[in-house]
């Protein structure tokens, strides 16, 4: 109900807008060219191309599971619809074989195609647009030598009037903007260039800033957290609420690793991120990360360390295990949890102490509940899962027990309001149904042990 009335009135919005911005809403195309021999690129200009494309994720959005790389058609859930991204190889007829450089960069900055219409801003060009000359070349050369691949997208999923591409028109006037980069002489070039990749191509603002109800960042709450498919993104810099503050050796390990010993693991729409980051030159995510730690780091929340002999300590035992989840008033989180998290196993393939997971004392128990439910799938997809999902053997009222005796023991911080609707969803969004607890099953005892 609420997000249709949100639908409508953006709708309105956006045609009022648009009528308004007529006159600049009209974009002229820009002429095909011949596609470009790939061998007319210099290699080292298309290896920091290459690069540049992780920094920017752009496989990430245009390659669907098993598909073959950036010929698009990837579904990206919106509040407004479905966007599928675009095939972006070289191919002439349905990729962008016949983009001269100059349309490139038009789409890459302003979201405008090469036949001039508007692109919806859940291709990141609101951070783009920061990239440079001399880096929308390097891209340009790294996709112009891509292999080729003949493939369209599904067409998009959008409610009127939303499907008209007259109405980003309106949006971009009121909220594509240049970003302020200007030089800060109190700082020094590794932060320049740190400030100029998570602004611009790394686009970290794009899941970890608010947004309206327009679905545009909100620029002045900056990095104070977001939501990315039914994940939250934590806030960064000085709203962080993680247990122990981040800095930047901290910050550049996890970009990095995809894990931090006092931070846990990376996980949800993060984890292609840091998959991205850890196959670019250090140097690059040494910068980001000075420039991260420059904005803050919270005052940390972390609860005294652990006392060993509080929690069990002991493996459970899948007899005892049921019998311990089946009985009223158990400790869900001795029984379930503490042998892996409170265990002898270095991380990351034993879990940190929750009193170090932001997924507890974070903003929101949606990361919190999603893990929980699903578990932790392997690096890379392959193999067995570093932590089981308990999606099929807690109730939604032992699910969220669990989580709010967790937040009271481990998390610091008031007890969240939304835990419920958080558990509804997360099952929705997963397709997880609610099993009795007796549906534990033998079978999951060695993934739990191992
Ligand atoms: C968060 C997801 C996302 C990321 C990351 C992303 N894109 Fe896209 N991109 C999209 C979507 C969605 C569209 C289609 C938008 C539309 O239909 O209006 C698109 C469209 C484009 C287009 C226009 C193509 C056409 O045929 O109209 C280009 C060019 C493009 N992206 C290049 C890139 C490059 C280069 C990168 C990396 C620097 C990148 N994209 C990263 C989602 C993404
Ligand atoms: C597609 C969405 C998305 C993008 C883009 C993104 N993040 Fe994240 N990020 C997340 C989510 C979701 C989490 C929470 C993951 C989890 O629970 O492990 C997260 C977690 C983090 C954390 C851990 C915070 C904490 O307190 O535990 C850091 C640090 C971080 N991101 C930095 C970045 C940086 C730097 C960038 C840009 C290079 C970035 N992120 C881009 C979605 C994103
Ligand atoms: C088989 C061992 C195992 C069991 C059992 C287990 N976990 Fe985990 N868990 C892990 C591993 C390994 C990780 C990844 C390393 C890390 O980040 O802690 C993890 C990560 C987590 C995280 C993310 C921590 C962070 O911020 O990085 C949370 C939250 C979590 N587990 C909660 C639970 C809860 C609640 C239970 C009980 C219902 C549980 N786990 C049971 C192994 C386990």
Redesign the pocket.
């Known amino acids: 109900m609420r997000t249709r009335r949100v639908i409508a009135g953006i709708g309105i919005f956006g045609l009022a807008a648009a009528g308004a911005a007529l006159a600049l809403a009209w974009r002229p195309a820009i002429a095909p060219v011949p596609p470009p021999a790939p061998a007319s690129f210099d290699p080292a200009l298309v290896r920091r191309g290459a690069d540049l ?1 992780l920094i ?3 496989r ?3 390659t669907t599971s098993g598909g073959a790389a950036f010929a698009g058609g990837l579904p ?1 859930p919106t509040p407004f619809g479905t ?4 095939n ?1 190889t070289p191919d002439p007829e349905t990729g ?1 074989g016949r983009w001269s450089e100059a349309a ?1 960069a038009r ?2 900055r302003e979201g405008v ?1 090469r036949e001039g219409r508007h ?2 801003p ?3 060009y609101d951070h ?1 647009s920061a990239t440079s000359d001399d880096d929308v070349r390097a ?1 340009y050369a790294f ?1 112009m030598t891509r292999p080729a691949v003949a493939a369209t997208p599904p067409p ?1 999923e959008l409610p009127f009037p939303l499907n008209i591409r007259l109405t980003l028109a309106g949006w971009k006037l009121l909220f594509l903007h240049p970003r302020d980069l200007a030089p800060d002489p109190t700082k020094d070039a590794v932060w320049h260039r740190g400030r100029y990749l998570v602004e611009g ?1 790394g686009h970290c603002g ?1 899941c970890h800033s608010p947004r309206n109800l327009l679905g545009a960042e909100v620029v002045s709450r900056a990095y104070e957290g977001g939501e990315a498919e039914g994940w939250r993104a934590y806030a960064l810099g000085a709203a962080s609420r993680a247990p122990v503050p981040w800095d930047e050796a901290a910050l550049t390990q996890y970009l990095r690793e995809g894990f931090h010993p006092l931070h846990g693991v990376a996980r949800g729409p993060m984890a292609p991120v840091v998959e991205n980051l850890a196959a670019v030159p250090r140097e690059e995510v040494v910068a980001m990360a000075r420039y991260l730690a420059s904005l803050g780091a919270g005052s940390g929340t972390a609860t005294p360390p652990l006392d060993p002999s509080s929690g069990p300590g002991q493996a459970p035992q899948s007899a005892g295990m049921q019998a311990a989840i089946e009985g009223a008033g158990t400790d869900l989180y001795a029984a379930t949890c503490a042998a892996c998290h409170e265990g002898e196993r270095p991380p990351p393939f034993g879990g940190v102490s929750l009193a170090l997971s932001t997924a507890i004392s974070g903003e929101s128990p949606r990361n919190l509940v999603n893990v929980i439910l699903e578990g932790l799938p392997a690096r890379g997809g392959t193999g067995q899962p570093i932590m089981p999902g308990f999606g099929a053997v807690l109730t939604d009222a032992q699910v969220a027990s669990l989580a709010a005796g967790l937040r009271r023991r481990f998390g610091g911080g008031a007890p969240w309001p939304d835990l419920e609707p958080a558990i509804r969803e997360a099952r929705a969004a997963r397709h997880l149904a609610a099993r009795p607890a007796a549906a534990i099953t033998p079978a999951m005892t060695p993934a739990m042990t191992r």
């Open positions: 494309a920017g994720d752009c990430t959005c245009h990206l966007l599928y991204s675009t972006i962008i490139f789409a890459l195609d692109l919806y859940a291709f990141p783009y891209l996709f998009n191509l794009a």
